[in-house]
């Protein structure tokens, strides 16, 4: 078989296995170090919690981060008749990465963009999806290969989530996001200002180390939706380093509520079809 006639046949699948999901949405960033990774886990997280059946897909082919937030390290993908089929988090969540076939962790991935997009392509059509109500997709900073691809490869994508943190070098990025999403016509689902304060641990009072408030300014002045803010807290480390997204165990946490919040708004969005 030749390399066209499997991306044919590929696509046909493509074309069979998208309609199943009913929302795909990209996580983006315009620059890296803004939590974006940790957003994807945590949205895919609370609308699988929500009884959502949710899949998680990390195209983050460089830095392939979402088995060490989701605490599935040891976990690996498999074959079927049915195609690859991807690792079970929770009883309605499940993800897909290269971390999760096989690859030696510490081995870079030094990969053209040809390679990066037919990894994509294969994640997309080959894995047995089944029926979602979400594909979350976790893309690596910037408007390179990777969202380019998913983006051009996924037909219908219901949208993009931007995130970003409060200072202006981030929002700038974040700005560059937004307009690559509109220049794709995919729609903008909003604008998260994560890391926008710090919880003392001790005071719990919150800090403004990177500023606060640049990402809603730049979602009101590019006409997108505000998400809301979620303030930085010493707990999400924790819990990103220790595989357990923060919303499944610090509800009560002011990140965690925010974080809820913005959750609720993007559903709210989705199901008026506002976007």
Not at 214 to 234: C, H, M, T
Not at 237 to 258: L, Q, R, T
Request: glycine content about 10%; aromatic content about 6%; overall charge neutral.
């Amino acid at each position: 078989m030749t390399q066209q006639d499997l991306m044919k046949e590929q696509d046909q699948r493509l074309k069979e296995k998208m309609p199943k999901i009913k929302n795909k949405l990209i996580v983006m960033s315009g620059k890296g170090g803004v939590g974006k990774t940790s957003v994807a886990v945590n949205l895919s997280y609370a609308l699988a919690s929500f009884g959502r059946e949710v899949g998680l897909l990390d195209v983050d082919l460089h830095g392939p981060n979402i088995a060490k937030m989701l605490g599935i390290e040891q976990a690996s993908l498999y074959t079927t008749d049915l195609g690859i089929e991807p690792v079970e988090v929770t009883a309605h969540l499940k993800a897909v990465s290269l971390a999760l076939t096989g690859m030696d962790c510490d081995r870079p991935v030094i990969w053209r963009g040809p390679m990066k997009n037919s990894a994509i392509r294969q994640f997309l059509s080959d894995v047995n999806w089944g029926v979602l109500d979400y594909l979350i997709v976790d893309s690596p900073p910037g408007t390179g290969d990777e969202p380019l691809s998913v983006c051009q490869l996924i037909p219908g994508m219901t949208g993009a989530v931007i995130v970003t943190t409060p200072q202006d070098v981030a929002v700038l990025d974040a700005r560059k996001s937004v307009l690559f999403a509109k220049e794709l016509n995919i729609p903008v689902i909003g604008v998260i200002e994560n890391m926008s304060g710090f919880m003392c641990p001790h005071c719990r009072q919150e800090v403004d180390i990177f500023k606060r408030g640049g990402g809603q300014k730049a979602a009101e002045e590019l006409n997108v939706p505000f998400l809301g803010r979620v303030p930085l807290d010493p707990e999400l480390v924790v819990s990103a380093d220790s595989g357990k997204p923060f919303v499944s165990f610090k509800g009560e946490s002011a990140a965690a509520k925010a974080f809820i919040e913005v959750v609720r708004k993007i559903e709210a969005s989705l199901s008026k079809g506002t976007i």
